[in-house]
């Protein structure tokens, strides 16, 4: 069971979300969105979605360069491997405990304000749920990793991490002792990957930079026409009138 979870699975989830997104986006490109609660209410929204997506971001960002770089990158710069831990600690702490208290907001709008809660659909909810579970469990791990600071665990979970990425077999050996709330992160988040493609988190592959420059506002139009307008582009009805060419016959 390890070995297909820590080894199979993780391409089984990679796999999933690549192409399920592309078919999504080639079949309903009009879901591709996030649906914002925002405009049905605003009060607590942009605390809570700054600070949740400013930290998912950082962590994000962490966890790709920290696992992906090969370790001896780290040693020609001089960087031992625990100070690299103790950065990890400290601003991946730092950007846990903001993205839960955002998500936390977050969370607590969906569940308890009755309009937001009418039109959020399951998927809504229980993304945003499963996420604020990663990031409890994330930041959980800080305590295990406080204990031993030479940084040894966090080699091998970059020896995993890249064991996967470059195919070897034995990548899942890497994290055979690994404590198992690591262990239990690394297959939550695995699934997250998997159902990425069928929640609203699709929209984090659409430029989320300009999220924060969006504006407050949606124009909205109307399918209704107008008096004297015959098309939804706007262009006038042809009169009704005779021409002075059909009054003269």
């Not at 370790?71 to 103790?86: C, P, R, T």
Request: charge should be positive; charged fraction near 15%.
């Amino acid at each position: 069971m390890h070995h297909f979870i820590y080894g199979i699975y993780p391409y089984i989830a990679i796999s999933v979300m690549i192409i399920a997104s592309i078919a999504r986006y080639e079949r309903d490109p009009f879901t591709w969105k996030s649906k914002s609660s925002q405009l049905l209410r605003k009060r607590q929204f942009i605390i809570g979605s700054v600070l949740f997506h400013l930290g998912v971001l950082v962590i994000f960002a962490g966890h790709f360069v920290g696992l992906l770089t090969p370790i001896w990158v780290f040693d020609a710069l001089g960087i031992s491997h625990g100070a690299k831990q103790v950065l990890a600690v400290v601003a991946g702490g730092a950007a846990g405990l903001m993205a839960l208290v955002g998500g936390g907001i977050l969370l607590n709008r969906r569940l308890n304000d009755p309009r937001i809660r009418a039109h959020s659909s399951f998927a809504d909810t229980a993304i945003l749920a499963l996420l604020l579970a990663q990031l409890v469990l994330g930041v959980g791990t800080i305590y295990v990793s406080l204990q031993h600071l030479d940084g040894h665990e966090m080699t091998t979970f970059m020896a995993w991490a890249q064991g996967i990425l470059t195919f070897r077999a034995d990548a899942a050996d890497q994290i055979a002792n690994a404590s198992w709330i690591f262990k239990t992160h690394i297959f939550l988040g695995l699934t997250i990957f998997l159902l990425f493609p069928f929640t609203r988190l699709v929209h984090i592959i659409s430029a989320p930079v300009r999220y924060l420059w969006r504006p407050g506002y949606q124009i909205v139009r109307s399918r209704r026409r107008r008096p004297g307008r015959c098309s939804r582009w706007g262009s006038r009805c042809p009169s009704s009138r005779p021409t002075r060419s059909a009054r003269g016959r």
